[in-house]
Structures are given as structure tokens and as C-alpha cells.
Nanobody, 121 residues
Framework: VQLVESGGDLVQPGGSLRLSCVAS????????MSWYRQGSGKERELVAR????????TYADSVKGRFTISRDNTKNTVYLQMNSLKPDDTAVYYC???????????????WGQGTQVTVSS
């Protein structure tokens, strides 16, 4: 099983980035996918989540209206489009998968290795 994130970079405030997470080794379409982030000295927090079929999304209040999560089940990939980036968005961003074949989710989860996003002038 692998979750491989990419797309992290150094960007100026107000800029945009698109993160990608490619999954392998499990049935991607049966997993709810999420992006978490962890800033220096901070706890890991949920940024955005999308259901297994991509029908429903959830966002942290701090990113609503700026970030968009999406998935392509034909490519086993989940994306996080980040616009109007702020210095407070600086963190390592992690991809997370949880087995949710129906409305019920199970304890089976996977994490990626993370990708660094730095927002600074």
C-alpha cells in the first residue's frame, strides 16, 4: 500500500498550489480520502475530506472558500487545489485514506509521507 503526495513548494502569499496524492495497493474507490496538515509545533489537523464516491466534501473553517478537494477514481488520485495561500497555511500536508465502502467507516487507514508547503515572501 502506498500514498505518494507531490506538489508541495515554496509560494508567495496569495499564490496557488495543487497537491496530488496517488494511491496504490488498495481499492481506492472504497476509501474516503482526506488531506491533513501539521505546522511546526502544532498538532496535525484535518484540512479537507471527500467521500469515496466524491459526492460529499468537508473543509476546515480556515480553508473554506480557498481550498478545493477532488478525486479521480479512474486515476487513483486525490487532489487539493489551494488558492489565496497565507503564511498560516505553511505546513507538511499529508494524504490519508480510510476504508468507507458505505456510510460506515472502518479502522483501516493509511497515511502518506507528506509534502512540504511553505508560504512566504
Amino acid at each position: 500500500v502506498q500514498l505518494v503526495e507531490s506538489g508541495g513548494d515554496l509560494v508567495q502569499p496569495g499564490g496557488s498550489l495543487r497537491l496530488s496524492c496517488v494511491a496504490s495497493g488498495f481499492t481506492f474507490s472504497r476509501y474516503r480520502m482526506s488531506w491533513y496538515r501539521q505546522g511546526s509545533g502544532k498538532e496535525r489537523e484535518l484540512v479537507a475530506r471527500v467521500t469515496s464516491a466524491g459526492v460529499s466534501t468537508t473543509y476546515a473553517d480556515s480553508v473554506k472558500g480557498r481550498f478545493t478537494i477532488s478525486r479521480d477514481n479512474t486515476k487513483n488520485t486525490v487532489y487539493l487545489q489551494m488558492n489565496s495561500l497565507k503564511p498560516d497555511d505553511t505546513a507538511v500536508y499529508y494524504c490519508h485514506a480510510q476504508y468507507c465502502p458505505t456510510n460506515v467507516c472502518f479502522a483501516q487507514t493509511y497515511w502518506g509521507q507528506g509534502t512540504q508547503v511553505t508560504v512566504s515572501s
